[in-house]
């Protein structure tokens, strides 16, 4: 704990943020009580880990019959759900609407790659989304309009820069991303008859298959046109990763399980 501490209390007196993986396994919920005598988010608070600046990666497993939402929300730590990490890991499913009634703040993560095969925020929004109405057997339980703020403005509120990015307003930066609903996949969108009652942009943005990104500045700067990156030869990334993967194959001695190679042999 002691360690933890020094962390908690350096972090604080500098004003720096701290992110850390918390409640994320089933066993967490014994190894706290049973090492520290007390809940995962007690743990945080009496250690100072929690704070506006902190983020908690997972807390599928927190004790809430121990006040660790109250405790999330007083201290306004953020939270960052990883939904697809957690069923892939077979890690659960974080009680997010439970901390959301409490007031906590939900930002979205995708976890390491390894652990979600992707980075693909469009994919993880959509699963955020209905994850928890099948959970809970209410429909709707989780909205697209809270799920798009997990992944805009609560991302910026858990790293204090709220006021800077987040959503698009006067004095803000420019850091957008222009996304289009194209295809038999984005079928039957029509800007045209949103007034007219048709289809929410919000609800295509979040679970429509047929969503491209056109654009993405970041401060004004035009990183992506016409779906392109201008600055990075997408190409030349891919190449370099498959011989870095390789090399990293090889030194390791360590080789992916492949049931396909397995199976034609």
């Not at 983020?55 to 007083?74: K, M, N, R, S, T």
């Not at 799920?147 to 307003?169: H, M, P, Y």
Request: include cysteine; charged fraction near 20%; glycine fraction near 10%.
């Amino acid at each position: 704990m002691s360690t933890h501490a020094a962390i908690g209390e350096t972090a604080r007196a500098h004003d720096i943020g701290l992110t850390m993986h918390c409640g994320e396994a089933p066993a967490d919920l014994s190894i706290y009580p049973d090492s520290y005598e007390c809940s995962p988010f007690q743990f945080c608070q009496t250690t100072r880990l929690t704070g506006p600046k902190s983020v908690f990666a997972h807390c599928v497993h927190p004790g809430p019959e121990a006040g660790d939402f109250d405790i999330l929300c007083e201290t306004k730590s953020t939270v960052s759900h990883n939904p697809t990490s957690n069923l892939k890991l077979g890690s659960g499913i974080a009680p997010i609407p439970g901390m959301l009634a409490a007031g906590v703040n939900i930002a979205l993560g995708t976890d390491g790659a390894p652990c979600n095969n992707t980075y693909d925020m469009f994919r993880e929004m959509h699963l955020a989304c209905i994850l928890h109405g099948g959970e809970h057997e209410q429909a709707g339980i989780i909205n697209a309009y809270q799920v798009l703020e997990f992944a805009t403005i609560n991302g910026a509120r858990a790293l204090g820069l709220e006021d800077q990015i987040g959503s698009l307003e006067i004095g803000k930066k420019a850091d957008i991303a222009v996304v289009a609903p194209k295809g038999i996949g984005a079928a039957p969108w029509d800007p045209e008859q949103v007034l007219e009652g048709g289809v929410d942009p919000v609800t295509i943005l979040v679970h429509c298959q047929g969503v491209d990104v056109d654009y993405v500045l970041v401060d004004v700067k035009i990183l992506l046109s016409e779906g392109k990156l201008v600055r990075i030869d997408e190409d030349e990334v891919v190449e370099k990763a498959k011989v870095a993967i390789g090399g990293i194959r090889k030194r390791s001695g360590i080789a992916v399980r492949n049931h396909v190679g397995l199976k034609y042999r």
